[in-house]
């Protein structure tokens, strides 16, 4: 069975009150009069009336004069349906309408609102009846019960006097002392916790706020209780402009809890603040959500503490890429030739061993080249180790710009560069040692009038059973070696160990 509201409650028993009140005072003062009763009573007068001028016509024996004033009485009130003298012995002496008919339908003597019954009396005894009989009610008895002035006041009494009383009582609870609702000893409680709490009716107004809560604005904050706890001006700055999406309404709507909401609110005496909101319903034995808990946790500290750490993350995290950064240029200042920025012959070692390691467990080829400036001592000796200098520079930048990123360059010593190539068999390799000896001739020192640059190379692949770096160096070094005694500025091939290091001319 639903329960009724207190205020709904309270609403029906004064309604029920003063319809009681009413009642008694009609009973005891006739307040409200009978319309029934009004109308026999004025009906009554007509009919003595009447009767008295009938009673003279009669004496004087003018029937026919009582005939016409019936009849102009019927005329002028059309609700008359017949009037009527009869004597005693139930003799019609003049009538004006079907009196005979109508009358018929009455039972008995006793006067009513369609119906008039008048003695007429000589010499003390009664001589016979005036009789007058009006056209019934249209709308029946239920109609003139329900219009009767005592029940159209109870009934408005019930309708709007059940409406201004609930309005009143809505508006009148609103100034009442919400916090009486909460027992002391629940309030001392709640006193003690840290977070704020909050307990709000279904309307959404605080009925309780713990200390906690108090303290979160600062002073001078006005008391929240009473008032809708999204109406709280410090608070509202941090929530949504439709009230119905504040945490706290769509618990009392769904009755489902809301959980770990972050609200940034403004507060009058310490600034912006975090507070994480947290809502419960609270309800009723049958289940119905009768208000809500609100709890407030302060998370400004915390997130204070976490943009420390942010930033600490961020100045970490900065220095680590310094660091990198750093760690790569002295990598690279520790692997690159300073002249030429290719790389060191102890990183090209290391890089070749790598490469071949691929090349073995991939099944490709590796090829190798040895570059020689031709007469590069007759250089220096001629134009100084400036120009020198320079030369061996341009050989190693048109070398870094024309090869592969893949291929691994590197300087030798003096004027004297290796090239590893993966994936490259000897064939190729030695189609792009001749590309390189002809760039060198082209670009190389044409700067510098009356020098002419040359290089002489030596291709070697590794083979089978030539595993060792510096053995297939040593082959591409016979190569090179046989380039430059074949004339410089041309490019020889070794074959690999197995077929006794024979050299292959590829001018």
């Given at each position: 069975?639903?329960?009724?509201?207190?205020?709904l409650?309270?609403?029906?028993?004064?309604?029920?009150?003063?319809?009681?009140?009413?009642?008694?005072?009609n009973?005891?003062?006739?307040?409200?009069?009978?319309?029934?009763?009004?109308?026999?009573?004025?009906?009554?007068?007509?009919?003595?009336?009447?009767?008295?001028?009938?009673?003279?016509?009669?004496?004087?024996?003018?029937?026919?004069?009582?005939?016409?004033?019936?009849?102009?009485?019927?005329?002028?009130?059309?609700?008359?349906?017949?009037?009527?003298?009869?004597?005693?012995?139930?003799?019609?002496?003049?009538?004006?309408?079907?009196?005979?008919?109508?009358?018929?339908?009455?039972d008995?003597?006793?006067?009513?609102?369609?119906?008039?019954?008048?003695?007429?009396?000589?010499?003390?005894?009664?001589?016979?009846?005036f009789?007058m009989?009006?056209?019934?009610?249209?709308?029946g008895?239920?109609?003139?019960?329900?219009?009767?002035?005592?029940?159209?006041?109870?009934?408005?009494?019930?309708?709007?006097?059940?409406?201004?009383?609930?309005?009143?009582?809505?508006?009148?609870?609103?100034?009442?002392?919400?916090?009486?609702?909460?027992?002391?000893?629940?309030?001392?409680?709640?006193?003690?916790?840290?977070?704020?709490?909050?307990?709000l009716?279904?309307?959404?107004?605080?009925?309780?706020?713990?200390?906690?809560?108090?303290?979160?604005?600062?002073?001078?904050?006005?008391?929240?209780?009473?008032k809708?706890?999204?109406?709280?001006?410090?608070?509202?700055?941090?929530?949504?402009?439709?009230?119905?999406?504040?945490?706290?309404?769509?618990?009392?709507?769904?009755?489902?809890?809301?959980?770990?909401?972050?609200?940034?609110?403004v507060?009058?005496?310490?600034?912006?603040?975090?507070?994480?909101?947290?809502?419960?319903?609270?309800?009723?034995?049958?289940?119905?959500?009768?208000?809500?808990?609100?709890?407030?946790?302060?998370?400004?500290?915390?997130?204070?503490?976490?943009?420390?750490?942010?930033?600490?993350?961020?100045?970490?995290?900065?220095?680590?890429?310094?660091?990198?950064?750093?760690?790569?240029?002295?990598?690279?200042?520790?692997?690159?030739?300073?002249?030429?920025?290719?790389?060191?012959?102890?990183?090209?070692?290391?890089?070749?061993?790598?490469?071949?390691?691929?090349?073995?467990?991939n099944?490709?080829?590796?090829?190798?080249?040895?570059?020689?400036?031709?007469?590069?001592?007759?250089?220096?000796?001629?134009?100084?180790?400036?120009?020198?200098?320079?030369?061996?520079?341009?050989?190693?930048?048109?070398?870094?710009?024309?090869?592969?990123?893949?291929?691994?360059?590197?300087?030798?010593?003096?004027?004297?560069?290796?090239?590893?190539?993966?994936g490259?068999?000897?064939?190729?390799?030695?189609?792009?040692?001749?590309?390189?000896?002809?760039?060198?001739?082209?670009?190389?020192?044409?700067?510098?009038?009356?020098?002419?640059?040359t290089?002489?190379?030596?291709?070697?692949?590794?083979g089978?059973?030539s595993?060792?770096?510096?053995?297939?160096?040593?082959?591409?070094?016979?190569?090179?070696?046989?380039?430059?005694?074949?004339?410089?500025?041309?490019?020889?091939?070794?074959?690999?160990p197995?077929?006794?290091?024979?050299?292959?001319?590829?001018?």
């Amino acid at each position: 069975m639903t329960r009724i509201r207190p205020t709904l409650q309270i609403t029906l028993a004064l309604v029920f009150l003063s319809c009681a009140i009413l009642i008694v005072v009609n009973l005891l003062f006739d307040v409200f009069s009978d319309p029934d009763a009004q109308i026999i009573r004025v009906r009554n007068a007509v009919a003595e009336s009447l009767a008295t001028q009938a009673a003279v016509l009669l004496q004087r024996g003018d029937i026919k004069e009582l005939e016409l004033t019936f009849s102009a009485i019927r005329k002028q009130n059309p609700s008359i349906r017949s009037v009527a003298v009869r004597r005693s012995d139930k003799t019609i002496v003049v009538q004006s309408g079907d009196h005979v008919g109508v009358w018929k339908e009455h039972d008995g003597e006793a006067s009513a609102a369609t119906r008039v019954y008048v003695p007429l009396l000589n010499g003390g005894e009664r001589w016979g009846s005036f009789e007058m009989s009006y056209v019934p009610d249209e709308h029946g008895s239920v109609y003139r019960t329900l219009t009767h002035p005592l029940w159209v006041t109870l009934l408005f009494v019930v309708s709007i006097g059940t409406l201004a009383y609930w309005v009143y009582l809505r508006r009148a609870l609103v100034y009442l002392d919400p916090s009486a609702v909460i027992p002391e000893r629940v309030q001392v409680a709640f006193n003690v916790m840290a977070e704020g709490v909050v307990v709000l009716d279904r309307a959404g107004r605080v009925l309780l706020a713990n200390s906690a809560f108090r303290a979160l604005p600062g002073e001078g904050t006005a008391d929240p209780v009473g008032k809708p706890l999204s109406t709280l001006p410090w608070l509202a700055v941090g929530l949504v402009a439709e009230p119905t999406m504040h945490p706290w309404a769509q618990t009392i709507d769904t009755g489902l809890p809301q959980m770990a909401h972050a609200v940034e609110v403004v507060t009058p005496t310490e600034g912006r603040k975090t507070l994480t909101v947290n809502c419960a319903p609270i309800l009723d034995t049958r289940g119905v959500v009768r208000g809500c808990l609100v709890t407030f946790g302060d998370l400004t500290e915390l997130h204070l503490a976490n943009d420390r750490l942010s930033a600490a993350l961020a100045e970490l995290r900065a220095s680590r890429d310094d660091i990198y950064k750093k760690s790569i240029e002295l990598e690279h200042l520790a692997t690159r030739d300073t002249l030429t920025g290719c790389l060191t012959r102890r990183a090209f070692f290391e890089r070749m061993a790598q490469a071949r390691e691929e090349a073995r467990r991939n099944q490709t080829p590796l090829s190798c080249l040895l570059l020689d400036i031709d007469l590069f001592k007759s250089v220096n000796d001629t134009f100084g180790h400036v120009v020198g200098d320079r030369i061996i520079q341009e050989v190693g930048s048109l070398l870094i710009a024309s090869l592969r990123a893949a291929d691994i360059i590197g300087r030798y010593g003096g004027d004297e560069f290796l090239i590893g190539m993966p994936g490259c068999d000897l064939d190729h390799g030695i189609a792009i040692a001749q590309k390189i000896r002809d760039s060198v001739e082209k670009r190389c020192g044409v700067g510098v009038a009356g020098l002419r640059v040359t290089v002489s190379i030596g291709v070697a692949t590794f083979g089978a059973r030539s595993d060792d770096v510096a053995e297939i160096l040593n082959e591409a070094d016979k190569a090179l070696y046989a380039a430059k005694s074949a004339g410089r500025n041309r490019v020889l091939g070794a074959t690999p160990p197995s077929s006794n290091h024979k050299v292959t001319d590829a001018a």
